[in-house]
């Protein structure tokens, strides 16, 4: 028997990128100590070469006296500083606003954002080179004559073109990451991305399911979060170690109370003695919570976001239809790519093919009632989204390859179809939906 042991490297990568890119400071926090030692490193420099420069690269750097470069580093520092927290104090606010009207949880996506990365970066680190290179600055004394690092104030200049340029590149990208449509189009990549690693993590040759016993042992959770992820890897080498069984009770993404079981597990061969109990807290080292979901490992989470853009949309604060049947069309892509994908291994075993590992795969039916369901109770009123709705289950059923998948599909249309009729939609509209349900239907049945 071929087995793979645990969740590959692309998971983990992803769990690191995602851990570091939802953090706004990282990336900015190594830029400034970059420009820190970049201001210590280059008036040295100047002092080496200042006299051996070539008259035609001469002219081109700071010509300027010591009160001169002090003037310019100093209004560089503070200019800097300043637009750096108003830019960002009115980014927040107009995410806010966004926020409002999509979803909270789309707010992450900024802290996430490779251009607001960048441009912090830039920002921070312009103002900790210019306030570093002013130190250098000397007046002339007895013993020495007076310094101006004339490399080093030129580059801190050429910094501050550059921040403008990233500030207006900036402007032009947070207008655009404001839209409603962008805002799904990177929760929908995201997701995507999500899907991929997680089948690309399968293993090519799953065992089958083994027994429970009697004799085993529930792991409660010591801390309350979301389950963020699970290291499969970790759990394979460690129930291989001890030669048991180990079954996962709860599926990446879901809310865990402290004193809730998480995993079970089982010797193979021997009974459990109290020696056991130790083997608990190995296990959970291997499973991480976090006070929120992150979409790592979790397939449901852009699912969700883009569900609730689309709920918001509904909401008579709001009363954005057309919003909706945008996300209904980014929900019904996610759900047939899962549909279109073999189903993921109910037992995964070591190198030597012994089970080792139940994991808690993504149930679709789940799925389908999460990124459709919310949308069917609060849009089926109106016709433009239902006929939406009716027709993305026709999109996910061309792609379907399993049974239990289409029954699922044909439960959402069933309660689609209840939803109209309660909800008594204008007879014109509603027999258009009727056609369009017994059109997808009969779609379903020959898949």
Not at 181 to 187: G, I, L, N, V
Not at 267 to 292: K, N, Q
Not at 321 to 339: M, Q, R, S
Not at 372 to 384: E, N, Q, T
Request: glycine residues 8%; aromatic residues 6%.
């Amino acid at each position: 028997m071929t087995t793979v042991a645990g969740n590959g490297p692309g998971l983990r990568v992803a769990a690191i990128n995602e851990a570091i890119a939802s953090r706004l400071w990282p990336i900015p926090l190594a830029a400034t100590v970059v420009a820190v030692a970049l201001g210590v490193l280059v008036p040295e420099v100047d002092r080496v070469v200042d006299q051996d420069l070539s008259p035609t690269f001469a002219a081109l750097l700071f010509g300027g006296g010591v009160e001169a470069a002090r003037a310019v580093l100093s209004a560089i520092a503070g200019s800097v500083i300043t637009v750096t927290s108003l830019t960002f104090s009115l980014t927040v606010l107009a995410l806010q606003l966004a926020s409002s009207q999509g979803s909270p949880r789309l707010l992450r996506m900024f802290a996430a954002d490779r251009m607001v990365h960048a441009t912090l970066a830039t920002f921070m680190g312009t103002f900790a080179y210019a306030l570093t290179v002013l130190r250098t600055v000397e007046d002339a004394t007895e013993g020495a004559d007076a310094f101006v690092p004339r490399i080093a104030v030129t580059v801190a200049s050429v910094a501050t073109l550059t921040s403008v340029v990233m500030l207006t590149f900036f402007l032009a990208h947070l207008a655009r990451q404001l839209r409603l449509e962008t805002m799904m189009r990177d929760a929908h990549r995201e997701a995507s991305r999500t899907i991929d690693l997680l089948w690309r993590a399968r293993p090519r040759a799953p065992a089958s399911i083994p027994p429970t016993p009697r004799a085993s042992r529930d792991v409660a959770a010591t801390t309350s979060g979301f389950l963020t992820g699970v290291d499969r890897a970790g759990l394979i080498a460690l129930a291989r170690e001890h030669d048991i069984v180990v079954e996962e009770l709860c599926t990446i993404g879901d809310s865990i109370v402290a004193g809730s079981p998480v995993l079970r597990w089982w010797h193979r061969d021997t009974a459990l003695t109290r020696a056991d109990a130790g083997v608990d807290e190995w296990l959970l080292g291997r499973m991480s919570l976090s006070y929120e979901p992150t979409p790592s490992q979790d397939v449901s989470f852009g699912i969700r976001q883009i569900a609730d853009v689309a709920m918001k949309a509904l909401s008579p604060g709001v009363n954005d239809p057309t919003t909706a049947e945008y996300a209904v069309g980014h929900l019904a892509d996610l759900l047939a790519d899962i549909a279109s994908r073999p189903d993921l291994p109910a037992c995964w075993a070591d190198e030597a093919g012994t089970v080792r590992l139940i994991p808690r795969n993504p149930d679709f039916r789940a799925l389908v009632d999460l990124g459709l369901g919310g949308v069917r109770r609060y849009g089926s009123g109106d016709p433009r989204v239902a006929a939406r709705l009716i027709r993305a289950i026709g999109e996910i059923g061309r792609r379907t390859q399993g049974v239990r998948q289409r029954e699922a599909l044909f439960e959402e249309l069933a309660g689609i179809e209840r939803a109209i009729e309660r909800l008594g939609v204008d007879d014109g509209d509603l027999r258009k939906c009727r056609d369009l349900i017994r059109e997808v239907t009969v779609s379903l049945r020959d898949a």
